[in-house]
T-cell receptor
């Protein structure tokens, strides 16, 4: 079945460092891919998405590119801030235009030092 | 406006008891999801509803788990003969029909089975 694997945390970086959180997926067909974020004391929320190969999702300075050839959707940010400290979840669904089962990875905790 | 509301926020029960967890989605949201999240893990899909019907219940772990959404709004997750392994945070999420990938999560119900 469909699944998502992401790098284990925790990841600790200094402010203004470059961030990469790796995510790879296994899926039949052509899934849509997402990154969700959970800030301390808050619920999960959608950060960005990509619905087809070579699409780039972006939001709040974060980017991720849908790479079909490597089945990856790595999350990147050029200069992290303390406020980016959170748990990040990679996810996929097997449809875009209508509701469907959305599968999450195990999450990567990110801590940014001032 | 009001977000997804889950009650109770905490539930402590004894092994073998029956529990009901309630989810009030955002008004007008058509799809409703239930997930289970254990400490340090990502949300594990249980079931989702499109309107009143369960569109995909493949994540329910066994027949002790059941969920309903009789009027296409509020949903109840029911767990019979609870076991210690059922202890987790149970998350509910809902989505709009025109943005099916954007899950709006509630704060969850922390279930503890003693």
């Amino acid at each position: 079945g469909n699944s998502v694997t992401q790098m284990e945390g925790p990841v600790t970086l200094s402010e203004e460092a470059f961030l990469t959180i790796n995510c790879t997926y296994t899926a039949t067909g052509y899934p849509s891919l997402f990154w969700y974020v959970q800030y301390p004391g808050e619920g999960l929320q959608l950060l960005l998405k990509a619905t087809k190969a070579d699409d780039k999702g972006s939001n709040k300075g974060f980017e991720a590119t849908y790479r079909k050839e490597t089945t990856s959707f790595h999350l990147e940010k050029g200069s992290v801030q303390v406020s980016d400290s959170a748990v990040y979840f990679c996810a996929l669904s097997d449809r875009y235009s209508s509701a469907s089962k959305i599968i999450f990875g195990s999450g990567t905790r990110l801590s940014i030092r001032p | 406006g009001a977000g997804v509301s889950q009650t109770p926020s905490n539930k402590v029960t004894e092994k073998g008891k029956y529990v009901e967890l309630r989810c009030d989605p955002i008004s007008g949201h058509t799809a409703l999801y239930w997930y289970r999240q254990s400490l340090g893990q990502g949300p594990e899909f249980l079931i989702y509803f499109q309107g009143t019907g369960a569109a995909d219940d493949s994540g329910l772990p066994n027949d002790r788990f059941f969920a309903v959404r009789p009027e296409g709004s509020v949903s109840t997750l029911k767990i019979q003969r609870t076991e210690r392994g059922d202890s987790a945070v149970y998350l509910c999420a809902s989505t709009r029909q025109d943005a099916p990938e954007k899950l709006f999560f509630g704060s969850g119900t922390q279930l503890s089975v003693l």
